[in-house]
Each structure stands twice: as C-alpha cells, then as structure tokens.
C-alpha cells in the first residue's frame, strides 16, 4: 500500500458545486498534515494545514479522521480559479524529512 | 511572510554541461533545505535534504556525485546537475524550513537537457 493515496482525479465540477476529496496515509504514526495546491508547472503553496479538531479557512475545510487514516478537503461555492492539482501532504516524522507527497487530485473547475 | 527564491527559473542546456541551481530564504534563515524534483503528472519527489554546514542526505537512488548539494550559509543553497543528459531534464523544486517548521517552496526551476 502507497504511503500516501489520493484519486489523481480529474475531477470536473460546475463553478459554484461544492467538491470533496480525501488522501489516505498509512502511516499510523503521522504527526502532521497538509493540503498544498499546485498550479500546472507552478511550485506548491500551502493552502492549509489540518488538525485534529478540523479546521476552515473560508470556503475550505480541512479534517482529519485518524481511525481511518485519511485527511479530506472540501471545497464550497467553487471558483474557476480553484482550478489546480491539490497535494495532500504527511509528516512521519519530527522534522520536514518526513514529509511525503501524495500524487495530486486534479480539479476543473468549470463555468 | 516568508520568501525563498529559487533562480534560473527556466534553463535549457546542451548534453554534458553542468547546471546550477540556487535556493535562497529571504527573510529568514533557514538551516534545513530540501530538493525535489517533479515529473509530468508526478508528485513532488525528495532528492536531498541539504543541511547548513555539513554533507547533504541523499534519497535512495539519486546520485550524489551528479547532484552536488552545496549549503553554506543560512539561507543559501545550491543543486548543481552534473555533466546532464536529457533524463536529467525535469522541474527541480526547493524549500526551506523555518523556525516553526513550516515549508516554504522556491518556484522552481525547468530544466531542460538537449
């Protein structure tokens, strides 16, 4: 089983639809997590990280569920500029080296 | 909030020539960097993890000799690709770590071997 799984998508979703999509990590031990977004042959930039309690950060919401092993982002009232590859992103470890990167879920958003 | 520049931006060269690739944070120093580099339609992938003032650590299966990691000061660090070939053509991402242990990603650099 991959460290880190998420549906590589495309997902194509009407602007203004809510979308939602999980990441798995096998790891039970993982410390950390994130989403980043990546716009096409663009570097990565966080979008938000993910605690425990869940957190929202305007339209999105981020939360984790630790029994199964997997983090979910939601994203409401859809913009065309949401359009990008969404990272999912899980420290094992104490420092930045255990990071790993999940493939990406490709989202299109479409007018 | 924290910047790191990362420059060329967008090199091609020809076969057997060297490249260099530096990462810099801007406004905060940064003891820990990492490389990546990115595939078409593939996640990000750890080349090394380049600490201020000593040896780099290399991932499994990259190459030391051809990917010289330089890092001497806080907030600068250097990929360099050695004698590249066209299989070495990719995009070459860097980060740095803050204080509170927080990424922050160059832009990138395209590198493309002819």
């Known amino acids: 089983r991959k460290e880190v799984e998420q549906d590589p998508g495309p997902f194509n979703v009407p602007e203004g639809a809510t979308v939602a999509f999980n990441c798995t990590y096998s790891?039970?031990?993982?410390?950390?997590f994130f989403w980043y977004r990546q716009d096409c042959r663009k570097e990565p930039k966080l979008l938000m990280s993910?605690?425990?309690s869940g957190n929202e950060d305007g339209r999105f919401t981020a939360q984790l569920n630790r029994a199964s092993q997997y983090i979910s982002l939601l994203i409401r009232d859809s913009k065309l500029s949401d359009s990008a590859t969404y990272l999912c992103?899980?420290?094992?470890?104490?420092?930045?080296?255990?990071?790993?990167f999940g493939k990406g879920t490709h989202l299109i958003i479409q007018p | 909030g924290a910047v790191v520049s990362q420059h060329p931006s967008w090199v091609i060269c020809k076969s057997g020539t060297s490249v260099k690739i530096e990462c810099r944070s801007l406004d905060f120093q940064a003891t820990t960097m990492f490389w990546y580099r990115q595939f078409p339609k593939q996640s990000l992938m750890l080349m090394a993890t380049s600490n201020e003032g000593s040896k780099a650590t290399y991932e499994q299966g990259v190459e030391k000799d051809k990917f010289l990691i330089n890092h001497a000061s806080l907030t600068l660090s250097t990929l360099t690709v050695t004698s590249a070939h066209p299989e070495d053509s990719s995009f070459y991402i860097c980060s740095a770590e803050d204080r509170f242990r927080a990424l922050h990603f160059g832009n990138g650099t395209r590198l493309t071997v002819t």
């Open positions: 790891n039970s031990a993982s410390q950390s």
């Open positions: 993910v605690y425990s």
């Open positions: 992103v899980v420290n094992t470890g104490g420092g930045a080296d255990g990071l790993t």
